[in-house]
């Protein structure tokens, strides 16, 4: 049974840090695109940042470019969204998303999904 875990979520100040922290079990992550999405009450759902299954080639949506990074540890079978310099506009609901197909923003490309984790940034 295929399981992703996300966890690092918290209660941070604005300009704190989090890194968040995705497992998985049942398949192994650095065969798969993995996508960070969040979604923040009263809004839709967007893709934040991503890791490509091919040449582990990143993308990140504009409001987190420079703030945020995304790796791999594939020894621990797990991905990281490092997240720096936080907003209170980051507050959300992250989720993590595995995939086979390269990075897209579209949640529907994506066959894994986590139960998420509550980040909140206080102003």
């Known amino acids: 049974q295929v399981q992703l875990v996300e966890s690092g979520g918290g209660l941070v100040h604005a300009g704190g840090s989090l890194r968040l922290s995705c497992s998985a079990s049942?398949?192994?992550?650095?065969?798969?695109?993995i996508n960070w999405f969040r979604q923040a009450p009263g809004k839709e759902r967007e893709g934040v940042s991503c890791?490509?299954?091919?040449?582990?080639?990143?993308s990140y949506v504009d409001s987190v470019k420079g703030r945020f990074t995304i790796s791999r540890d594939n020894a621990k079978n797990m991905v990281y969204l490092q997240m720096n310099s936080l907003k209170p506009e980051d507050t959300a609901v992250y989720y993590c998303?595995?995939?086979?197909?390269?990075?897209?923003?579209?949640?529907?490309?994506?066959?894994?999904w986590g139960q998420g984790t509550q980040v909140t940034v206080s102003s």
């Open positions: 998303a595995a995939g086979r197909r390269e990075c897209s923003w579209y949640g529907g490309f994506y066959n894994y």
């Open positions: 890791i490509s299954r091919s040449d582990g080639s990143t």
């Open positions: 049942g398949l192994t992550l650095d065969r798969y695109t």
